[in-house]
Antibody, heavy 121, light 107 residues
Framework: EVQLVESGGGLVQPGGSLRLSCAASGFTFSSYWMHWVRQDPGRGLVWVSRIQRDGSSTTYADSVKGRFTISRDNAKNTLYLQMNGLRAEDTAVYYC??????????????WGQGTLVTVSS | DIQMTQSPSSLSASVGDRVTITCRASQGISSSLAWYQQEPGKAPKLLLYGASRLERGVPSRFSGSGSGTDYTLTISSLQPEDFATYYCQQYYSTTLTFGGGTKVEIK
């Protein structure tokens, strides 16, 4: 069974840092691109970042570029999101998601349950 | 970035109703579109990809269509478990974007 379990969320002051983790199991982690997606409380989904299978290519939303870093450890089956320079508007539930590709389509077929990040003084 | 505009933002419907949600991209996305369903407090669930391809295990009452910039999600006969929020997402560009969501509520 595919499982994605996020951890590392919590309360942090503006300007602070936090590192989120996503532990993957039930599939060959190194064979899949992975994503982070966030959801402001009571609002919609916002894509954050994406990382290639071996970590060699990453992409970010403009809102987090230069502040957040996505990475992965395929030996540990774990995805990370290092968040620096946090702002109040980064407050959200952060989900990790697996990307599957079929015939030129790529989409997130499995999601974790999310971890809440609150940025407040 | 490609902007995705969903409409309506919310709707009220009854069990058995046919429901249609639309998603418009700010530029052509060549059917590079997925639809997700999200229940309160839960993670999103994939419904369709490639604009019209049903994910395994998703009931056939869900269908998708469209091309270019305009896409639709249709629920042919709304069931109690379908009351949720629905999101479209484009994956045509390397920076992915979601629509704002459509909340389907019980009338």
């Amino acid at each position: 069974e595919v499982q994605l379990v996020e951890s590392g969320g919590g309360l942090v002051q503006p300007g602070g840092s936090l590192r989120l983790s996503c532990a993957a199991s039930g599939f060959t982690f190194s064979s899949y691109w992975m994503h982070w997606v966030r959801q402001d409380p009571g609002r919609g989904l916002v894509w954050v970042s994406r990382i290639q299978r071996d970590g060699s290519s990453t992409t970010y939303a403009d809102s987090v570029k230069g502040r957040f870093t996505i990475s992965r450890d395929n030996a540990k089956n774990t995805l990370y999101l290092q968040m620096n320079g946090l702002r109040a508007e980064d407050t959200a539930v952060y989900y990790c998601a697996r990307e599957t590709s079929i015939g030129g389509s790529y989409f997130s077929d499995y999601w974790g349950q999310g971890t809440l990040v609150t940025v407040s003084s | 970035d490609i902007q995705m505009t969903q409409s309506p933002s919310s709707l009220s419907a009854s069990v058995g109703d046919r429901v249609t949600i639309t998603c418009r991209a700010s530029q052509g996305i060549s059917s590079s579109l997925a639809w997700y369903q999200q229940e309160p407090g839960k993670a999103p669930k994939l419904l369709l990809y490639g604009a019209s391809r049903l994910e395994r295990g998703v009931p056939s009452r869900f269908s998708g269509s469209g091309s270019g910039t305009d896409y639709t999600l249709t629920i042919s006969s709304l069931q109690p478990e379908d009351f949720a929020t629905y999101y479209c997402q484009q994956y045509y560009s390397t920076t992915l974007t979601f629509g704002g969501g459509t909340k389907v509520e019980i009338k």
